[in-house]
């Protein structure tokens, strides 16, 4: 069946560091991926997501892109700020018929020191 | 517009006694859906509905019932609860042709089963 896995967490970083959490899927034909955020006491916001193979999603410095070679889909950030402090989590929804259905890794905590 | 609302916030129960937690969307979303979080195993999705009138079992569906009498409103039933029932539940919504769309969740509800 379809699943998201996601490397595992708590991550701590500096400020200013160079952030990746690994995230790698397996579905059949061409899912849809997300990375969700959770900030705490909040719900989750979808942060960036990519429709087909080779799309760069791309939001608040965040990065991920779509490759189907490797069934990967790995969030990148340049420079972390405390701010981006939260929960992070990898998701894949499929087209037709699964309208809506997310299929979530089990999120990664970052937590980033001043 | 206030987006997803679910109350309460939080909630205990005693093994056995029954409670539903309420989610309301004021969006238009056809598609609302149902997930538990827990540690270790990001969300997973328990129940949702492609509309009014219509209602599906998701991956964890045993222990909970649902309907949707409008398109806004979708109630979350535990007849029995029981201590594996302990969780954080988010409700989400989105349109109908949302495979690639993003899903809006409400701020969740935490549940304690004593």
């Known amino acids: 069946g379809n699943s998201v896995t996601q490397m595992e967490g708590p991550v701590t970083l500096s400020e200013e560091a160079f952030l990746t959490i690994n995230c790698t899927y397996t579905a059949t034909g061409y899912p849809s991926l997300f990375w969700y955020v959770q900030y705490p006491g909040e719900g989750l916001q979808l942060l960036l997501k990519?429709?087909?193979?080779?799309d760069k999603g791309s939001n608040k410095g965040f990065e991920a892109t779509y490759r189907k070679e490797t069934t990967s889909f790995h969030l990148e950030k340049g420079s972390v700020q405390v701010s981006d402090s939260a929960v992070y989590f990898c998701a894949l929804s499929h087209g037709s018929g699964n309208t809506g259905k997310l299929i979530f890794g089990q999120g990664t905590t970052l937590q980033v020191k001043p | 517009n206030a987006g997803v609302t679910q109350t309460p916030k939080f909630q205990v129960l005693k093994t056995g006694q029954s409670m539903t937690l309420q989610c309301a969307q004021d969006m238009n979303h056809e598609y609302m859906s149902w997930y538990r979080q827990d540690p270790g195993m990001g969300l997973r999705l328990i129940h949702y509905?492609?509309?009014?009138?219509?209602?599906d079992q998701g991956e964890v569906p045993n222990g909970y019932n649902v309907s949707r009498s409008t398109t806004e409103d979708f109630p979350l039933r535990l007849l029995s609860a029981a201590p594996s029932q302990t969780s954080v539940y988010f409700c989400?919504?989105?349109?109908?042709?949302?495979?690639?769309?993003?899903?809006?969740f409400g701020p969740g509800t935490r549940l304690t089963v004593l």
């Open positions: 509905s492609v509309g009014a009138g219509i209602t």
């Open positions: 989400a919504s989105t349109t109908i042709s949302g495979a690639h769309n993003e899903q809006f």
């Open positions: 990519a429709t087909k193979a080779d």
